[in-house]
């Protein structure tokens, strides 16, 4: 039983076109993280979302919108994509109320590739 | 200077040997750390927490020295199922809770 999902693992697309990535968790938690990882594999965080708002966005250029319909799901969107743009891209969930001391579960990546 | 800095290795090392990893962080106000592990082309997954009196999990040992901002991980007796890249996580509170990786340090255990 998936914890969490993410839809498509892998996506090749031409630069200027518009796809989204799709993220589930099925863990009752209330907070959703995207992270974007580079050729060099630094995971770096894009945006969290605690119980559909946001609370972190991290330096990241405005072609990309996440957006949370619900507590467990947190969708990207990325407009006109870019070269730069090709990577993995990492859903995460955990439960806020743990704190600093949480523990973040990992979707299995979806790995866009710009051409 | 990075947030989170590790020596990205790689490590080889045979089975059955003893590998340490550092790492420091640049943020005195870090609250939280913890050793993440990342298999090739999967997601990562926690390793363990490091409470700052150490804390051992099996062969893995966590410490952490908030006076000189380092975390250590130790793995003693390495399989070969250790091979992996060990990420060093830290986590501050900017509002909300944000995390941050370290590059992570490649290990290779070899028979």
């Known amino acids: 039983d998936t914890a969490v999902s993410q839809t498509p693992k892998y996506l090749v697309t031409q630069m200027g076109n518009d796809k989204s990535i799709k993220c589930e968790q099925n863990?009752?938690?209330?907070?959703m993280y995207w992270y974007k990882q580079d050729s060099k594999k630094f995971l770096k965080i894009m945006f969290s979302y605690n119980n559909k708002e946001l609370i972190i966005n991290e330096t990241v250029p405005n072609r990309f919108s996440p957006k949370s319909p619900d507590k467990a799901h947190l969708n990207l969107h990325i407009n006109s994509l870019e070269l730069g743009d090709s990577a993995v891209y990492f859903c995460a969930s955990s439960l806020s109320k743990s704190g600093p001391t949480y523990e973040q579960y990992f979707g299995p990546g979806t790995r866009l590739t710009v051409t | 200077r990075k947030e989170v800095e590790q020596d990205p290795g790689p490590f080889n090392v045979p089975e059955g040997a003893t590998v340490a990893f550092n790492c420091t962080y640049s943020n005195s106000a870090s609250q939280s750390f913890f050793w993440y592990r990342q298999d090739c082309r999967k997601e990562p997954k926690l390793l363990m927490s490091?409470?700052?009196s150490g804390n051992e999990d099996g062969r893995f040992t966590a410490q952490l020295n908030r006076a000189s901002q380092y975390i250590s991980l130790l793995i003693r007796d390495s399989k070969l199922s250790d091979s992996a890249t060990y990420l060093c996580?830290?986590?501050?509170?900017?509002?909300?809770?944000?995390?941050?990786f370290g590059a992570g340090t490649r290990l290779f255990v070899k028979a």
């Open positions: 863990l009752g938690h209330d907070t």
């Open positions: 490091v409470y700052s």
């Open positions: 996580v830290v986590t501050i509170n900017t509002g909300g809770f944000k995390t941050i």
